[in-house]
């Protein structure tokens, strides 16, 4: 409300003693001289009114105004006994999103106890802080609703599922606007260190009992869905959020995605595959499929494929920058070939057979492909003759076998029982020959296993010597022991 004051013209001093004799302390010179206020001075209006009541009727009895009319000021701000008074009661309720009204406080004091039935009446029990002078009003002392409802704890520190005792959601609050809601208050438990990643969760979950609509008695409070879109990616997906109403009037959200603490530990960047198989509903809350695909260029896993595509509804998520991982040094670079060949399907994950050929085959842009027209037809003897190196672009335990099981040519019977290389079932007769010269070709479908069942020192088996003539032991152990181990395990003839 606004009042302005006009000063009266000068009058007789006789009647100026008479007016002060009447009135009293309280219609003295420093009210007149109030040229303009945005609250009531209650304080100042003490003496002469014994009850709220007299001004507030609405505040107990239904259908009438909580505020008086303005000619009942004129009474005394004539401008010949005081100052003329200008006012008039405001057009509309202040805005809150406090869930309060006199009428319905009033009815659920008197159904809890029948002796504070005249609770509604003692105005000053809430509007008038304890030990303060007499109509010393606030719009309402917090401290006496807590104390009150007993919640035990400071305004901003109570239990969250108890903020809807006093407080509507956010988006009912219509009388709010965005330089309102700006204005609220921080709890004390949003600057806790683990609140952004695990605390606010929690809170907005809320005792299991109460299920996802807890947070509506808690965080809608304050926020709306609006907060939520700007880090979740999963949104979409989350109850919790999703009990959450759009409202675009609170403030947008704008600030950097932190990075987790357990994504700064040493090894994460190795690990993190393991750990998103266990946890991928974690992942989803900051990364798309798009986010993993900056640096798994290869076809998505079933772990990446269960995350979120980016769109509208959603956070946009983790932006990623993709990096060398450290073991790629100068040595992996010149040695990396093995490692490939064992495990391609690690280096598939970011790498595409076009960049391998940017080093291995140069000039492969130029072709229409990498081998030759028909070259599918004789591949076996090129391979068996070692026109190329096939390792060097293919696993031949893995994408030999592969090609081969889908094309049909698999054996179907023990040794010996059918022919399958090369359709002679004498094969195995004279196999070693074929396997000195292209051993790769044998790795293609055999292990090592295969071999020792039948050219092993040790143990059973038919005990075929898997020495050629002239072979020389002692070279082949300091050149590489590890080959010996395969057939000898510890027991290696002259070794040491």
Known sequence: ????????????????????????????????????????????HAGMFPLCITCHAGAVTQGEPMWPEPSGCASCHDGVITSRIEWAPPAAPRSSNVLFTHESHDRATVAKDPADSALVRECSACHTAQGAPRMAVQHAVVGECIDCHRLGAPHLEVASEACATCHMRLTDARTL??????????????????FLFSGHGEAARGPQASGPQAVAASCATCHSRNLCLTCHVNAPESRVILALEMD?????????????????????????????????????????????????????????ASLPAAGDGRAAGAQLARLVPPNHTIEF?????????????TCEGCHQRSMCLDCHRPESARQSSFHAQNFLTRHPSAAFAREANCSDCHNPAQFCQSCHQQSGLVANSRIGQAGYHDAFRGFSLGHGQAARQSLESCASCHAERDCTACHSAVGSGFRFNPHGPGFNAARSLSKNPSLCVACHGRAIPGGS
Not at 2 to 29: D, E, K, M, Q
Not at 180 to 193: L, R, Y
Not at 248 to 274: I, T, W, Y
Not at 336 to 345: F, K, S, T, V
């Open 1 to 44: 409300m606004r009042l302005r004051a006009t000063l009266a013209p000068p009058i007789a001093a006789s009647v100026v003693i008479a007016i002060a004799l009447f009135a009293g302390a309280v219609l003295a010179a420093p009210w007149a001289s109030r040229a303009l206020q945005d609250r009531f001075p209650h304080d100042e």
């Open 248 to 304: 675009e009037r609170p403030p947008v959200h704008v600030a950097s995605m932190p990075v987790p603490p357990s994504h700064m530990a040493a090894g994460f960047l190795r690990d993190h595959g393991r750990q998103a198989q266990r946890a991928s509903v974690t992942c989803a809350t900051c990364h798309t499929q798009e986010s993993c695909a900056t640096c798994h260029t290869g076809p998505a896993s079933r772990v990446v």
């Open 177 to 194: 606007s965005r330089e309102d809601i700006a204005g609220f208050p921080e709890p004390p438990s949003h600057s806790a260190p683990d």
């Open 333 to 345: 670079r010149e040695g990396h070939g093995p490692e490939a060949n064992a495990r391609p399907m």
